[in-house]
């Protein structure tokens, strides 16, 4: 067997130019499927982080009083059972931040848009500062009670500038109709449409406009110390907070299964019954739970250009080794006359097509992979519009080493199969015909 391998490595080197250019069609359909799975590896990873940087945690406890009245407010009054399980729970906690929010509609000279406005305390959530660049304004304006940030995209549509005051309509916690007023303190850059979702206020206007006192708020989020610790820690928060608070259950299933793990815990929420307050928790990838879709989306569509580009390839392949076969029909008569059989003419020319296929892939992954490296050296900066799917403004990948050599193992099998039948033809050869048969 050996001895046939070293065969079919000669007469790859043999055809030096017939077998960098099959060896090139491989790469090149290897690279870019590497650099679509390299791609959809880091996407889920990048908006989930970035995400987390603008909800401001990876982990999320909410509270849903129930008075007398069987009336739900959103609210979280007192925290100290929340915070001391965060602190017990033994997770790489970087920060506690606490949010109100609500939807509005923000009305400016006959304009109208509804969108989300989270409350925050920006005096410690400096961090923000660094996700969320300014095109206009500042962050220094911030300090004004009523101060409100919108992206470039909301503030385009409303036609508002820095320094305009803008009237909001919107419900308090209770359910009645309130109305506000904002002072545009600043304009972010435009951060595609996750980045549109929220535009950010001070937490105490926020909380007064919704009718929460100044030391109450709806949300706490945990700041962890990378998107890779989520899971563990919000189990060992929860069990932490398990039996001395209420809590609604985590990872309950919807009954139709249409729906995201969050939205099932929501709809939890509505066929539960309770007295005081219950909390829920929830995580970053909850949220998002929608986004493995688009990845899973981005790996079938890679699948798919596998799939093609080596139909279109295994044609040339095929008819390439057809060719091969009657070049060496000599050399092939030969072998039988010396007692080679059938299945070792056969088996030669697998090993060139399985040695072809092989430094093929091994090629192509080396040239997505410095691809990736080359790419990943640009700075789109992080007022770019697609900076929620970049690492820090730049472009990143991460290719799964498993992915790889499922890659490597599909374009081997494929290529075996395109050779198939030539290297049949080749075996069922006799030993008087080949020698005869002139070429």
Do not use: C
Request: hydrophobic fraction near 50%; proline fraction near 2%.
């Amino acid at each position: 067997m050996n001895t046939l391998a070293n065969i079919a490595l000669r007469n790859l080197t043999r055809q030096k130019k017939r077998t960098v250019l099959l060896g090139s069609a491989i790469a090149f359909g290897v690279m870019i499927v590497t650099l679509i799975n390299g791609f959809a590896g880091a996407f889920s990873a990048n908006v989930s982080e970035n995400f987390a940087d603008l909800m401001a945690g990876h982990v999320f406890i909410s509270g849903t009083e129930k008075g007398a009245d069987d009336e739900e407010l959103s609210v979280i009054r007192d925290d100290s059972a929340l915070t001391a399980a965060v602190e017990a729970s033994g997770a790489p906690v970087r920060y506690v931040t606490r949010r109100s929010s609500f939807s509005g509609t923000l009305i400016f000279e006959g304009k109208k848009l509804r969108t989300n406005i989270d409350g925050a305390d920006l005096s410690k959530e400096t961090f923000l500062r660094d996700r969320l660049l300014l095109k206009e304004g500042s962050w220094d304006s911030m300090s004004d009670e009523n101060a409100l940030i919108l992206s470039e995209k909301i503030a385009s549509r409303l036609n508002v500038g820095v320094g305009d005051l803008i009237l909001v309509q919107l419900e308090t916690v209770t359910g009645q109709a309130n109305v506000g007023e904002f002072r545009l303190a600043g304009v972010s850059y435009d951060a595609g449409i996750f980045g549109q979702m929220i535009s950010y206020a001070n937490l105490g206007y926020v909380n007064r406009l919704i009718g929460l006192a100044p030391d109450e708020y709806q949300t706490m989020g945990v700041m962890l110390d990378g998107l890779r610790h989520t899971e563990a820690a919000a189990d060992a928060i929860y069990g932490r907070l398990y039996g001395g608070v209420q809590l609604f259950e985590r990872g309950a299933k919807d009954e139709d299964g249409a729906v995201t793990p969050f939205q099932a815990l929501m709809r939890q929420q509505k066929k539960e019954s309770w007295q005081g307050v219950k909390y829920r928790l929830f995580t970053i990838n909850e949220v998002l739970s929608q986004i493995e879709q688009i990845v899973a989306a981005l790996d079938t569509t890679a699948g798919v250009i596998l799939v093609v580009l080596f139909v279109i390839i295994m044609v040339g392949i095929t008819n390439t080794f057809s060719m091969v076969m009657f070049e060496r029909i000599g050399e092939i008569g030969t072998m039988r006359a010396l007692g080679v059989r059938r299945g070792g003419v056969r088996s030669m020319f697998l090993y060139e097509a399985l040695f072809l296929a092989l430094g093929g892939a091994v090629a192509g992954i080396a040239l997505a992979l410095v691809a990736m490296g080359v790419i990943s050296l640009f700075d789109f900066g992080m007022d770019s519009p697609a900076f929620i799917i970049m690492k820090n403004g730049h472009l990143s990948f991460f290719l799964p080493p498993l992915r790889a050599v499922g890659n490597v193992l599909i374009i081997a099998a494929l290529t075996l199969v395109a050779v198939a039948s030539p290297a049949g033809k080749a075996a069922k050869l006799t030993p008087a015909e080949a020698l005869r048969t002139q070429k």
